[in-house]
């Protein structure tokens, strides 16, 4: 029988995200998508945060999770053998996809409680999170999730990004694209000793807030640092300092501004002078392989300012895939 | 447990679409999906066919079906009252959306034959099938399935263009979007008789192929007619046309180049000083009220031309929901 | 001396738009720009509401008052006569512009309530507020400052829209860019019976929904019933109806979206089938002329679904124009 | 043997166009491409005009020529038969392309001069040329090259624009695209009473400059008066002025921008509320039938700001078609 | 006299464009456009492909040939000096260009013949061949082409890619742009050992299809290991393996996605990672000048998805002008 | 009092931009503006010379200034500290913005002397001036007006540039962006011995063009030579260069173009293969940190090309900024 409106809607599952309107409407690469209280067996789970009334300039990664969804020519089947290992992570790893979380854009507190309790779940459940954002804003409640599940302090957060995104307050408000890191310190969920940035340049924020960020022990890489020392010894001192003091694990967090705009147009706060693609897609990988990742996320895709070719989207998927193959290289070769 | 690939490749459904790059991974406003093998009591079904390799100009028309299910902003819930009438034409009718045709771009003869066992399988079930193109080639397959359930010659076809489509060779191959219409004339699914064309203007095609047209007593309704006599007295003229002679229904082929390109931009071969949005969408209603609709489509929409707002696919959903509409009102009236 | 930043931090007015970041950083066709405390003896003061956290879709409105403001070929010099009458609209209103209201994206209800204040600063001044939007949530505080001041209940409000905006709930939420004309109906800013609605169209919202604005006394002008009636009587109703009753005047929100999104693309919930540009301007010109308008708004231009020609800041530009020539020569005429 | 690039340089035609950067590289829908000293038999020679150093505002119209030489899906064939008489009329008129004058942005004056010779050029050999601009700069020049021919003073010109284009001074030059009209009427090339002027609206020129119009006897219809009139009485009455008083034949100068900007927004200086498409398509070809054209121009398409979909330059390339249409007509009926 | 459409139509040559739609209009730079019965005394004759029904997603790379041949700002003259040389390849060479392949999408098999007929033909006058793609698939008929003439396995081919085509079937289809680097193995064209692959990356193909492929002896250089050895070493490699063995010759295709899409946007299949625009440049400069090259192509360029700066076309533009370049180099220092 | 139109008009200040069209409506990135005639005691003042007419391809340049200085998602306060030294250059320098200069398309000399004038009233009062171009003909003016003040001969100018910008005429016009260096040299402002060009690639000037350059002793260096040496030796060596002989300061003239067009796409004569974002924006830096700059200019930059993320805006923007940051950095190390 044709089931009328009002039934299908009582059928809404948790976390899933047909029912609103900027929600993705399809799983990651094809993988099979799953109800919120039904994971299965699979070791890794993908969501979405279409989230983005954190940020202070241009909007639009409200889109970003359909669109890093979709960024692929292949047949959205669920399968990527990685071309250097042959290993395809979506099988080794099991990958799943539960859709959006529901977003409400007038309801702020609401919207990153949400957020923080599925990837909480999804942590509870054994299983790795990786989240498709949506602007910054969202790695304060995606490592709150990690930390209710893992432990406050216990776990490390590699932040690739132009911006520290420590600032204390955004126009009045503790919440926003340009905070998360500094209340994720307040917290306790990732105290800054456990914290390493990489790819930070530009005008902000201003020296008093670095300065705070030196005195919580925050580890910064600036892109000035990575052009004298290479990028090489700057990931072996990120990997040093990560697992350093007993970490249980890292949360990896790619704001896909770190890279230079002028490769990842479709962003919210475009800074000049950032990494390469190659660069980010290597470096991500190999963290992926050699540290434990308990979680991750890609922000601050904004499709509406990309290419008419979408080549941040393309990269962002690429830097989920690459985060995927890390992930299984490191668990196949571990046997 | 997780399914490996390979096992899920063999689940593919005849008519699924997920198993190939370009198909559309949503259905249409987030109406049910339904697998070909089993269509339920839905009354209308719509399919896409993501072909445009019959297209002489720009290609991109393999991407209408996902940018024409997807062009809206409200929630993707399957549930669209009507303002005028309150009426919802999905529960009403019953629409359900069974994805996209596999279509073969280098076997022309075998995607033509797919989509035309398709479309005839739906119309055999006893329902309407709506097919979102591609190019307009495809109106051959689509009204040859209807013939083959309807009848040979049993049915009109309402055909609102730029182009007279009835082109006997298309660079040597008797297959392309110039030429569908002469096709379903020489194989009897359409005689000239029963075939209304509204809206041509420009340039194409030659006096002899029009001519030829007019042999067939194919009913042709120029826009410079429209602009003297009237759009109304010409839809009136058209709805006379197609019901006389006893035919059992219709068949509407809305070619989005119908419509101004200023208006519908993203399209193949566009042609200026075509009828507006509002015109397109009312005559459409109209006719699904007042005539028996046993199957429609909408080609020609192509998203790599669009603006940026995507007002060319937005249209294109409308067109849909509007033939919709009409055929819940008519439903509806008739008790 | 160079002042410092410290010292010239201290110096931002209260609506000053310079020190956040999407604020438009220019007056309205180069008009004088004015403090908030010193408005002169200005007739009409415009500001700019960069405000898009409402919106349930797409965003972007945020760069509404700046592309709005700057949407133009002439010299930003503040002079514009009108080409039919000769009339400089401002010089003979006193045109001045004193920026954007700070909102903050984080703060819905402060932002609300701070663009309220502002308008009803302005009309207290005895002056005519015109407010850019900004997604259309904010006709609930542009009116509702307005109600503060001439008073709740005692005027009328003509909105131009595809949608009715009379949504009781937004995702869970009271306040967004679908519900505004039910608060103000709630609240008694401006009772059921003094609303007129023109250009509705689509299929949003529910017939409860509908019916409660009936019910409310709403004054409803589909598209459809423009389309049948013909624009110039629905727009002698919407007079009649508007100073019907003894109302002290009107205000006038124009969303650009009653415009057929093929003309008017960058906005952010699209839907086809709309008026043309020409209609739109005659009828807010005519409408500014024949009544007393307390103020008006322009909402829901979105910057980046704009096309590169920017075609719809350009009408949007031109609305609040026409409503200004209206203005002027309402004055003019009565000497 | 292959002719090494110095000696091919010498071979250089006067009005060739491949040996600057923008210059069109292709004739108009493929005709006939010839040298300016071998014009052949043909009756009507397009010529392109990429002179945009006059605009005040976006520039880009340089490469307006290219732009609606090529604005069609169709082959280069040379071979456009009317869809409603079947007339094809590149055979029926005989319509060669001679490229485009040599422009140099650097030199103002020199371009003028050059463009008016050519003109002159091909008039005098008995044929009428129809100019591709470039800004509307180039009307001046056009109608000076056809007076030099025909008589200073002999011919009238009807000139579709939104802007009067009736300046005296343009930043202090005398020369730019707003004060061509007046440079024609200064030099008597065109007086004021052979002036027609269709589609003007928004708010310049100045009171002052459109009183100076009127005294040189210019008839013009704002298009608030063709909204109130009808075009076609509008029409009418430009066709009673234009032939009035003896005229030889008129010029006909169509500026892009008489369209509404939201249907053709590729173009410098956009004013809102025009004619559609289809209005300026049926009207130049009823001109063109009724009246003996001795020239014409399309000018102001402005291809970077034009739509993904070019729908600004296909425009115009029908315009010009349809010109020659209307001529083909009068030719065809008068035997 | 003026020659009609019926007449004109028979002096078609056979590998003329200016007949059908999407075929380019100009000559490489402007370079002597020469008729295929009439090569002169070239040296190299550039011909497009604009072949695209190939392509498993997005198409458009039919544009491509248009958009290479004009991807520049200087005059279109044939004259190009070469900066740190100050050789002009145009003239030190002979080039010239035969327009497109006329390609019959509906007809797969006869526009795959037609072009290695052309290929052939040139080569078989002694000319080297440059084949402006198109998709992938036309490297196929275009190294057939060159075996037919220079001998089967008798030449190498340096692949520049992100992918490595060598798909067994696409889509049930053994012609498409993910196989043809099979077909030209399984056919004996170009054995695995003379194939060198660069730039490989990403998920495809599948780990048995590249098994096969070094079974076949192919040589494969992914960009991981490009990253890790160094460009320098990797194209020392690839020289010394192209030429082992005997090898006449090499055929150099380039697939415009080697580059990194961040770079090169303009492209169906996009594989984040890539080489950039300096290391592609330099390489087949260098391999031009080091190796005996029998003929090349670039393919793979779609101008829809190219950004509006149209960086990829240019990038195109100079890998041929870099080939040729480096051509010039080697005839140059040969004496 | 409201101030009228004809009042305010005569209050136009001589470098003010606000009177026409096309010219930025805001100040660099909000630091204070202020008139020319009151320029306080800011050590740096911004002005825009919006000046495009010396293009010989694509236009757009004119946009240039208003692009650059809203280039940023930060609020417009005019304080930006560099994050790897905590300085803020606006405070450290003094930053001023005194708008663009009255620029008139049709009167090249008059622009170039105002252009010429204002630059050096600006070094008259012993500010550095940095302009905002517009194209590259201007520095051409901009290095005469710092030779009238420090001198003809006394100071460098290192020019970052795909092209050498000294061919001899251009279209038969002296003036153009393709020949400011040579007529620097020629007039004696900066003689070929204090020039040093970084970049330069392609196809263009002339071989007999570059030897001109050589015989005046302008230090070149290609990106082949770039590649070959790295871009540290090859500024180690711009230095010695620019400070040898006793040159009182340089002047630095950076053309967007030197970077790559695949990441810096608005611009109007993209040449691929250039630097990298990271590497001009630590070269500028270190040269405005190591040298005494007397000026400079970035030049080129034309928004209708760029991408819809604005990458090529936001590169200049910085490009500036890091100049003042190097010139910050020098100042406080002077102590």
């Not at 790795?128 to 969202?138: A, E, F, K, S, Y």
């Not at 003091?245 to 950032?274: H, M, N, Q, R």
Request: charged share 20%; net charge negative.
């Amino acid at each position: 029988m044709f089931t009328p409106y009002e039934e299908r809607k009582t059928e809404v599952p948790f976390a899933s995200s047909e029912y609103f309107s900027f929600a993705a409407r399809s799983s990651f690469l094809g993988c099979p998508a799953r109800p919120m209280n039904d994971l299965g067996d699979a070791g890794v789970v993908i969501l979405g945060a279409p989230f983005d009334i954190g940020t202070t300039y241009r909007a639009g990664a409200r889109f970003g999770p359909a669109a890093i969804r979709n960024a692929d020519y292949g047949a959205m089947d669920g399968y990527r053998p990685h071309l250097p290992t042959g290993i395809d992570p979506f099988e080794t790893l099991g990958v799943v996809d539960i859709g959006d979380v529901m977003v409400t854009p007038a309801d702020m507190e609401r919207s990153i409680e949400e957020i923080a309790d599925t990837v909480a779940h999804v942590a509870e459940a054994g299983k790795v999170p990786i989240i498709l954002g949506g602007d910054h804003t969202i790695t304060w409640p995606n490592a709150m999730g990690i930390a209710r599940t893992h432990g406050f302090g216990e776990f490390a957060l590699i932040h690739f990004d132009a911006h520290a995104d420590t600032g204390f307050l955004q126009r009045g408000s503790l919440v926003g694209h340009g905070t998360p890191m500094r209340r994720l310190i307040e917290s306790g969920a990732v105290p800054g000793h456990r914290f390493v940035q990489i790819g930070l340049r530009g005008y902000w924020p201003e020296p008093d807030v670095m300065e705070w960020g030196r005195e919580q022990k925050m580890r910064t890489f600036l892109m000035s640092q990575i052009v004298d020392e290479g990028l090489d010894k700057v990931v072996d001192d990120a990997v040093d300092y990560a697992i350093g003091g007993g970490a249980k694990g890292v949360f990896i967090s790619v704001d896909i501004d770190v890279v230079d705009p002028g490769l990842a147009p479709g962003t919210g706060t475009p800074e000049p002078g950032g990494l390469n693609s190659r660069e980010i897609l290597d470096t991500i990988r190999r963290l992926a392989k050699d540290l434990n990742v308990l979680g991750g996320d890609i922000v601050e895709v904004s499709p509406p300012y990309d290419g008419p070719g979408e080549q941040t989207a393309y990269l962002a998927n690429r830097v989920v895939l690459e985060m995927l193959n890390g992930m299984a290289e490191r668990k196949t070769s571990a046997g």
